[in-house]
């Protein structure tokens, strides 16, 4: 498609400046709609500012930064973004303070490592019990205790987190859960944190934000890809569960505009590539009744101020 086509579709005002970062473009056991390079070029051409790229099977700032380098040998736009991360997966290196430390400081020099590290999205018991996996399957998985102390090795992780000013996303934990973490990582110095929170209640949401959390609402979630059973780590197939637009509109609002991010969390193969993801998704929130001045907050403004986006000078 061409870029003087993409820039009269409809929509497209509202993902110019935009920030994904939410893109699963890398390699994966799942069909992939686009490489990390694809991705990238997409969203310049569509005028974005950025875009995060998430991996359940490896760290992905290596792959954020080499982006970047081809990028900039095609002469492609030197103020774009590309950014990555670790989710704490077990492929990954699992919940490890080392595999942390590597990933803080994984890339081409200065500036370049993780901007993100993620607790699991998969292995949690709060997933591991709605996909109805064995007893065995839950020990080896990740809960944030109701009380007491966190488990090791989570506080010199998210020591680390603060000490590179890096962002903690809360991953699939549950809403209970999440807020408990947020209070405890706040107390421990992390400034900036992003909570996956399509599935919280607005009384969770609403929490979230006062602590100084950013709740994330992916498309995802709204499409048909959760009628689908899908491999995350391994051979099982399971489906994620839906969200209305009705019911993630109530959140946002609960939350505040000001205080939420968005992102398409596309990739996959069945659903549209992300930046048209993110457009669709825009303007369905836009439908619903959003304003553009607050959608253009959480998909332009909020992930790009949370993720420091713009270029290190080392890449």
């Given at each position: 498609?061409s870029q003087?086509?993409?820039s009269?579709?409809?929509g497209?005002?509202?993902?110019?400046g935009?920030?994904?970062?939410?893109v699963h473009?890398?390699p994966?056991i799942?069909?992939r709609?686009?490489?990390?390079l694809?991705a990238a070029?997409?969203a310049?051409h569509?005028?974005?500012?950025?875009?995060?790229?998430?991996?359940?099977f490896?760290?992905?700032?290596g792959?954020?930064a080499?982006?970047?380098?081809?990028?900039?040998?095609?002469?492609?736009?030197?103020?774009?973004?590309v950014?990555g991360?670790?989710i704490?997966?077990?492929?990954?290196?699992?919940?490890s303070?080392?595999?942390?430390?590597?990933?803080?400081?994984?890339?081409?020099g200065?500036?370049t490592g993780a901007r993100?590290i993620?607790l699991p999205?998969?292995?949690t018991?709060n997933i591991?019990?709605?996909?109805?996996?064995s007893?065995?399957y839950l020990?080896?998985c990740?809960?944030?205790?109701a009380?007491?102390a966190?488990?090791?090795?989570l506080?010199a992780?998210?020591?680390?987190?603060?000490?590179a000013?890096?962002?903690?996303n809360?991953?699939?934990i549950?809403?209970p859960?999440?807020v408990?973490?947020v209070?405890?990582a706040?107390?421990?110095g992390v400034a900036?944190?992003l909570?996956?929170a399509?599935?919280f209640?607005a009384d969770?949401v609403a929490e979230l934000a006062?602590?100084g959390?950013y709740?994330?609402f992916?498309?995802f979630?709204l499409?048909?890809?959760?009628?689908i059973?899908?491999t995350h780590?391994?051979s099982?197939?399971?489906?994620?569960?839906?969200?209305?637009l009705p019911?993630?509109?109530?959140?946002?609002?609960?939350a505040?505009p000001?205080?939420c991010?968005v992102?398409?969390?596309?990739?996959v193969?069945?659903?549209?590539?992300p930046?048209?993801?993110l457009?669709?998704?825009?303007?369905f929130?836009a439908?619903a009744?959003?304003a553009r001045?607050?959608?253009?907050?959480?998909?332009c403004?909020n992930?790009a101020?949370?993720?420091r986006?713009?270029r290190?000078a080392?890449?």
């Amino acid at each position: 498609m061409s870029q003087d086509h993409r820039s009269r579709r409809h929509g497209m005002d509202l993902i110019d400046g935009a920030v994904d970062c939410h893109v699963h473009a890398c390699p994966h056991i799942n069909a992939r709609s686009l490489d990390v390079l694809q991705a990238a070029r997409d969203a310049i051409h569509a005028g974005m500012r950025g875009i995060g790229l998430m991996d359940n099977f490896a760290g992905s700032s290596g792959y954020a930064a080499l982006a970047r380098r081809v990028l900039d040998a095609e002469g492609l736009d030197p103020e774009f973004d590309v950014f990555g991360g670790l989710i704490m997966e077990p492929p990954a290196g699992g919940v490890s303070a080392e595999a942390v430390a590597i990933a803080l400081r994984y890339g081409y020099g200065p500036g370049t490592g993780a901007r993100f590290i993620s607790l699991p999205t998969h292995h949690t018991r709060n997933i591991a019990r709605q996909e109805g996996r064995s007893p065995a399957y839950l020990e080896t998985c990740l809960e944030i205790p109701a009380r007491g102390a966190l488990p090791d090795p989570l506080p010199a992780i998210l020591d680390l987190v603060a000490a590179a000013d890096a962002v903690l996303n809360t991953g699939h934990i549950s809403a209970p859960e999440a807020v408990r973490l947020v209070e405890l990582a706040r107390a421990r110095g992390v400034a900036r944190i992003l909570a996956p929170a399509s599935h919280f209640d607005a009384d969770a949401v609403a929490e979230l934000a006062r602590l100084g959390a950013y709740p994330e609402f992916s498309y995802f979630f709204l499409t048909a890809a959760t009628q689908i059973g899908l491999t995350h780590v391994d051979s099982e197939r399971h489906q994620a569960q839906g969200v209305t637009l009705p019911g993630m509109v109530a959140l946002i609002r609960a939350a505040g505009p000001k205080h939420c991010v968005v992102s398409s969390d596309c990739g996959v193969g069945v659903l549209p590539p992300p930046t048209e993801g993110l457009r669709e998704f825009l303007l369905f929130l836009a439908e619903a009744g959003m304003a553009r001045a607050d959608l253009r907050t959480m998909a332009c403004d909020n992930p790009a101020a949370l993720f420091r986006v713009g270029r290190p000078a080392a890449a």
